[in-house]
């Protein structure tokens, strides 16, 4: 079991920045990477970035890329989501959340085991 928790939400102004954090506890011995999902009221969740423990690759949608930006500390087993240039649709609730095999596919959140709870992100124009 693996077990998520997202901090760092918010509220931000139009080109301001925020910064969300994930903390994992548990097995996360198993964990081979993790992503970044995010849910606008009223449409469908979307997977925005990953990142991979042992090697720190990482991937972004097309949305943020160029925004954002993904990181680790493994030795706190924390996640990082650096959000800058941020814009009224990027308004919504972020998730972390680990898969159950060992590939972190963006597209796929059928893919993922375990969810936090979110943290709110809220931008104004």
């Known amino acids: 079991q693996v077990h998520l928790v997202e901090s760092g939400g918010g509220s931000a102004q139009a080109a301001g920045s925020l910064r969300l954090s994930c903390s994992a506890s548990?097995?996360?011995?198993?964990?081979?990477?993790m992503a970044w999902f995010r849910q606008a009221p009223g449409k469908a969740r979307e997977g925005i970035a990953a990142i991979y423990s042992e090697n720190g690759v990482t991937s972004y949608a097309n949305s943020v890329a160029g925004r954002f930006t993904i990181s680790q500390d493994n030795a706190k087993n924390t996640v990082y989501l650096q959000m800058d240039s941020l814009e009224p649709k990027d308004t919504g609730t972020y998730f972390c959340?680990?898969?159950?095999?060992?590939?972190?596919?963006?597209?796929?959140?059928?893919?993922?085991?375990?969810w936090g709870q979110g943290t709110q992100v809220t931008v104004s124009s």
């Open positions: 548990g097995a996360t011995y198993d964990n081979p990477c």
């Open positions: 959340a680990a898969p159950s095999g060992r590939l972190c596919w963006l597209t796929d959140e059928t893919e993922y085991r375990y």
